[in-house]
């Protein structure tokens, strides 16, 4: 039998795209397809194109009020978690997958009873599928930086119904964007994940990217900027100790309490600092990591 899984899809006046986005969802092979889309007011053909697809496809959709990315998908993971199935994945509405993008993430989690999480890497293409370059995945980086700051893009992402589960028990205040959140979660509380470098799908770079992964010097900056400014770990660690507590397992205890308390106390900055801890294995973000300690941009 099939595993089930769903795949939860937020849609914003992605007409352009999107039936491109459909069909290579509803062609993953060895799994069973249902797709939930949360469309936040389109005003262009999405609606249109989504009732197409629900009328030859298994496809779900509702609109809700005008919510930004990260609350758009943690309301379709509210909804998801009502649902009978054995698998989640997000799925934005302008990339494209590859047939056994699903079939290989659930591989990768599906011995685990725990939390898990699988996630890989992109194909960066432009707006016509041109190949741009791979995004990689830094092979070298741990887990416990990835906890700090997040390498994990939602789109490409396989997880669990208990992870799910522990996800929507607490509904943060301030959680930046709904896959760092579920990363964090996920490794506060033990549970797996799997990352695989290699590429599983095309992210397309285009102006009405909401985040982008761009290849050029200003892009760079760009990042660099969102990293210092806009990346707010702190708030992100409050939000764990308030929702998981006493759960959190110790060394993402220790990292989570560091991270809140090194404007204050000087050995919380000193362990952030000190590489042995924190290591990115990559001179821009090490360098950047330490700006926002630092300058208290946490």
Not at 2 to 23: F, W
Not at 199 to 214: E, K
Not at 240 to 265: F, H, M, P, Q, W
Not at 277 to 283: A, E, I, L
Request: proline share 2%; aromatic share 12%; hydrophobic share 40%.
């Amino acid at each position: 039998m099939k595993p089930k899984i769903l795949v939860l899809m937020a849609t914003y006046n992605g007409g352009k795209y999107l039936r491109e986005q459909l069909d290579s969802v509803f062609l993953q092979k060895n799994v069973d397809i249902t797709v939930l889309v949360r469309d936040d007011g389109s005003i262009d053909n999405t609606c249109a194109i989504l009732d197409e697809y629900s009328k030859r496809y298994n496809l779900i959709w509702y609109s809700g009020q005008h919510l930004n990315v990260a609350n758009g998908f943690y309301n379709l993971m509210e909804e998801a978690v009502k649902m009978d199935f054995d698998y989640f994945a997000f799925c934005d509405q302008d990339d494209v997958w590859d047939t056994d993008k699903l079939s290989i993430g659930v591989s990768a989690i599906c011995s685990f009873n725990e939390p898990a999480l699988y996630y890989c890497g992109q194909r960066l293409a432009d707006g016509n599928l041109n190949f741009i370059a791979n995004h990689e995945l830094n092979t070298e980086r741990t887990l416990h930086t990835r906890f700090i700051l997040s390498d994990f893009a939602g789109c490409t992402g396989v997880f669990n119904k208990s992870l799910l589960k522990e996800v929507v028990s607490y509904r943060p205040k301030y959680m930046l964007m709904h896959d760092t959140w579920i990363l964090k979660v996920c490794l506060a509380l033990g549970g797996q994940v799997i990352i695989d470098t290699r590429p599983h799908m095309y992210y397309r770079q285009h102006g009405g990217n909401t985040v982008g992964l761009g290849r050029s010097l200003s892009a760079y900056f760009k990042q660099v900027k969102q990293y210092i400014t806009e990346y707010k770990v702190e708030p992100q660690m409050k939000e764990l100790l308030l929702g998981y507590g006493d759960r959190i397992i110790s060394e993402y205890a220790v990292i989570a309490n560091a991270c809140c308390n090194y404007k204050t106390d000087r050995e919380a900055r000193t362990f952030l600092l000190n590489r042995n801890n924190v290591d990115f294995c990559t001179m821009g973000l090490n360098i950047t990591f330490k700006l926002k300690v630092l300058l208290n941009k946490l």
